[in-house]
């Protein structure tokens, strides 16, 4: 225990860090996740095929090894970033893939009347997806969407492996010159899970708030 | 997927074709202006020239990040095995009438699909061996791998078998069969068939996972392209490299996922339940899908 309070400032850092980048990732994955998921959907054929090749290849591809290009092959080309900002980048780009799948889920349930009623009162494409499609399509994936912020929770740790300082990097080096590997993991583990409860706790009450029964 | 792109739209009449057109054109010339400023940037840094992409055709090279990829299909193999089993024992007592054992599996799933394998990982890297548990490093990836995938495959299991029609768990009690035998001769093996996708699916998943061979310097393909890298300086090549080295392998997975989807689980053309020769259900709206 002792070990956990007399480095509270660095765990405490570590912990602040984590939340921001979950916050920024999560923000930055759903604004991709959305334009994902339109892209899939368009009348213009290039354009779906964009879509669904963004899917595809950040789907498909470990988000460590996409850390370790960013961060340490992209310089080689001229393409730096702060550190934190690349982890914030990919982590968003790669959750964006899984996060316009769902969101495409959600789009797939909205009824093929309400599309219809849409277009024959004159709606655009665009306007339709606003104002129709989207705000019913994204209330029936609210829990799915839930699902995907724990698992970039649990993600954005990745950035420890090149070096954010987050949650588990702070963990690792307080167990390092403490050596009680036990009272730190077990401590970081239970921010963990605290932080996954309060995405979940935050995503029951917009589901009960927001979701259509039909 | 049909169905998706004509709710959003009609079939397009000529004023929709040309602007259809003019996005395609639009979207082409975005697409080229990204692929010219890339490979600008390649170029004006000297990554272009025929001396830097040279080593990857040849043998040598691609034979050590083949080692490396066969490393990674060892660990996934053994982290798929192990995980599969610990899940499918998992979701089982979380279902099972013996509540300390439904309490059990319940608290180790909930930990373990909250807490990050890279956690788990600096556990079995820094902690255990001080309590004397020093794996061998194969293992020292696999084991955290199979911890948290093992709670990921019990909520699959559980989904899996939830989702199935009550009815079926009920005839198997009504013909006499005990809970055990209802579970192995009813709802596993109809519950097993539907879930094929998502199980394959879980494994791309764990396959991108044993990545983290990387954090642990077990030299699976990541690690292999990190030690590579380092001995020929070739950095963004080496990566891209391996980066389509994954690509290749998880997205045929992903693709296998989908037709397995699409034929409902099935892997050959007589085997498992043939929906179409069923009778109709007597009464409508009363199943649980």
């Known amino acids: 225990m002792d070990a956990l309070t007399a480095h509270l400032s660095e765990l405490g850092h570590g912990l602040v860090t984590t939340v921001e980048l979950t916050v920024v990732t999560t923000v930055g994955a759903m604004l991709l996740g959305i334009v994902v998921a339109t892209l899939r959907i368009a009348p213009v054929p290039l354009l779906r095929a964009i879509g669904t090749a963004y899917v595809e290849v950040f789907q498909n591809l470990p988000l460590l090894a996409l850390l370790v290009l960013f961060v340490f092959a992209l310089p080689t080309i001229g393409i730096t970033f702060p550190l934190f900002t690349s982890a914030a980048i990919v982590i968003a780009v790669y959750e964006g893939a899984y996060l316009a799948e769902a969101i495409r889920a959600g789009i797939n349930t909205v009824g093929v009347g309400q599309a219809e009623a849409a277009r024959a009162i004159g709606l655009t494409f665009g306007q339709s997806l606003r104002h129709v499609i989207l705000p019913q399509g994204l209330r029936a994936v609210i829990q799915p969407i839930g699902n995907i912020c724990i698992a970039l929770l649990m993600n954005t740790s990745l950035a420890a492996a090149v070096g954010v300082v987050e949650l588990t990097q702070a963990a690792n080096t307080v167990n390092l010159i403490e050596a009680q590997p036990i009272a730190v993991f077990t401590g970081a583990g239970l921010a963990y899970m605290l932080l996954a409860l309060i995405i979940g706790q935050v995503t029951g009450l917009l589901e009960r708030r927001l979701a259509i029964v039909r | ?274 929906t179409a020769d069923l009778p109709p259900p007597l009464i409508e709206g009363n199943s649980t899908r």
């Open chain 2, 1 to 274: 997927m049909n169905q998706t792109q004509q709710i959003l739209f009609d079939e397009p009449g000529p004023r929709a074709r040309r602007r259809i057109r003019i996005a395609t054109v639009l979207g082409a010339i975005l697409l080229a202006g990204a692929a010219v400023g890339a490979v600008y940037q390649f170029a004006s840094h000297g990554e272009l020239t025929a001396a830097r992409w040279e080593p990857f055709t040849t043998w040598p090279i691609w034979r050590y990040l083949l080692n490396g990829l066969w490393a990674t299909v060892r660990a996934a193999a053994a982290t798929a095995v192990l995980s599969a089993t610990l899940g499918l024992l998992l979701a089982l007592g979380r279902l099972s009438t013996h509540r300390p054992l439904r309490w059990l599996a319940g608290a180790y799933v909930e930990i373990f699909r909250t807490v990050p394998t890279l956690l788990l990982i600096y556990v079995t890297l820094f902690a255990l061996p001080q309590y004397g548990m020093n794996f061998p490093l194969f293992w020292k990836l696999v084991v955290p791998l199979v911890v948290s995938n093992s709670a990921a495959f019990a909520e699959i299991f559980r989904a899996g078998i939830l989702a199935l029609d009550r009815g079926q768990t009920e005839a198997g009690l009504a013909v006499g069969l005990r809970r055990g035998q209802v579970m192995a001769l009813v709802v596993l093996p109809q519950a097993l068939l539907q879930l094929t996708p998502s199980l394959v699916s879980q494994l791309v998943g764990l396959l991108k996972d044993t990545s983290l061979g990387f954090v642990v310097s077990y030299t699976e393909l990541l690690y292999s392209g990190q030690v590579l890298s380092s001995y020929t300086h070739l950095l963004i090549q080496t990566f891209l490299v391996v980066a389509l080295i994954y690509l290749v392998v998880n997205a045929s997975l992903s693709k296998f996922a989908r037709v397995l989807q699409a034929r409902n689980g099935r892997f050959g053309g007589r085997r498992g339940r043939r």
